[in-house]
């Protein structure tokens, strides 16, 4: 009798050939038009799943690293809940004190370690470049959640659909950052990105210190996107169609006094918004501090909170994407 032949398990049926299949995801740079307006679609479709039913099993039988080594409480969690919402799972390292990083390991050998285990990694951590490093030795899609200063690229993409569920468009829009925008890696991130739709005004507002890095600016000019500075609202709010508000980021100053004379530069209360237009809205990453006053939240225009839940459906679909499924 000839041996049976021992079949081993089917794959689960990744599409290899999907666009962003086993991609890092490390910077907006690597988006074009199409490529948003594609991300934008499978955010929207998640929405409705998750809408419609809440949890799917597209990602069934997959796992996630998430790598966290700086402080997190949506990125980490959205993250987490895309991923269990589509049938997937996680393996949460947040408290890398307790893991072999405490012990002197590298960022290498830790990716290389989880890329042993997971079928994607998502990773924070405070230094410029490092979720590109991670990207290079995981064998496994990296998705980066946070490089220090650099970028927060999956930021980037829920601010944008968020504009663009809100405001039902992404192009002729003045978008307006205020706070610290020198350490914010988010605007840095989401100038960057709006820079592929057309009609687009970018107003900087900040103190002295805090200004738009040179390089993200020259970056910007050099796609043609009208960009002014200023250290105050007055004059630029009436015109704002997104006031995009950030945290002083008190963890990248080295000398308190100077984080203690500018954190509290700007804050946003209800008089404040009183020149502003009715159909305009108000975003921040989140956490706030005290840059955004409680007694604004009520305003229908402060779409901060709508934000956070828009970030889940931007990460269903990012991990869909690089996992073959979208
Ligand atoms: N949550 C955002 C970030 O991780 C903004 C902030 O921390 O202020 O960059």
Redesign the pocket.
């Known amino acids: 009798m000839p041996k049976k032949s021992i079949r081993p398990f089917l794959p689960f049926g990744d599409q290899q050939t999907a666009p962003w299949y086993g991609k890092a995801i490390l910077s907006v740079k690597q988006f074009n038009r199409n490529d948003l307006e594609y991300i934008i679609g499978v955010a929207h479709e998640m929405r409705v799943m998750v809408e419609r039913v809440g949890t799917f099993d597209l990602l069934k039988g997959k796992i996630l690293a998430n790598l966290f080594y700086e402080p ?1 409480t ?2 980490s969690s959205s993250f987490m809940a895309a991923m269990q919402r589509l049938g997937g799972a996680v393996i949460p390292i947040s408290e890398v004190r307790y893991s072999s990083v405490a012990k002197g390991e590298s960022l290498p050998d830790t990716v290389r370690t989880l890329g042993c285990y997971a079928d994607v990694i998502v990773i ?1 951590h405070p230094e410029i470049g490092s979720a590109a490093l991670a990207a290079k030795h995981a064998g496994k899609p990296v998705i980066n959640a ?1 490089d220090g200063a650099g970028e ?1 690229p999956t ?1 980037a993409l829920l601010d944008m659909f968020t504009i663009r569920e809100e405001l039902g468009r992404l192009d002729n829009l003045t978008v307006t950052m205020l706070g610290d925008l020198k350490y ?3 605007v840095h991130s989401l100038s960057r990105l709006l820079t592929q739709f057309d009609g687009i005004k970018l107003n900087y507002v900040s103190p002295d210190i805090l200004r738009m890095p040179k390089d993200v600016m020259d970056e910007v000019a050099a796609k043609g996107v009208a960009q002014a500075q200023s250290p105050t609202l007055d004059g630029v709010l009436p015109k704002t169609d997104v006031l995009y508000v ?2 002083v ?1 008190q963890e990248r100053f080295e000398d308190p006094a100077v984080y203690s004379k500018v954190k509290s530069a700007y804050i946003i209360t209800p008089e404040v918004m009183a020149p502003a237009k009715e159909k305009m809205i108000v975003m921040h ?3 706030r501090v005290a840059e955004i006053s409680m007694a604004f939240d009520p305003d229908p225009r402060a779409a901060y909170f709508r934000q956070m839940e828009y970030g889940l459906y931007v990460r269903m679909a990012l991990l869909a994407m690089v996992l073959g499924k979208a």
Do not use: E, F, K, V
């Open positions: 997190s949506r990125t924070r946070g927060h930021q914010g890696r988010t950030t945290r980021q990453p989140l956490p």
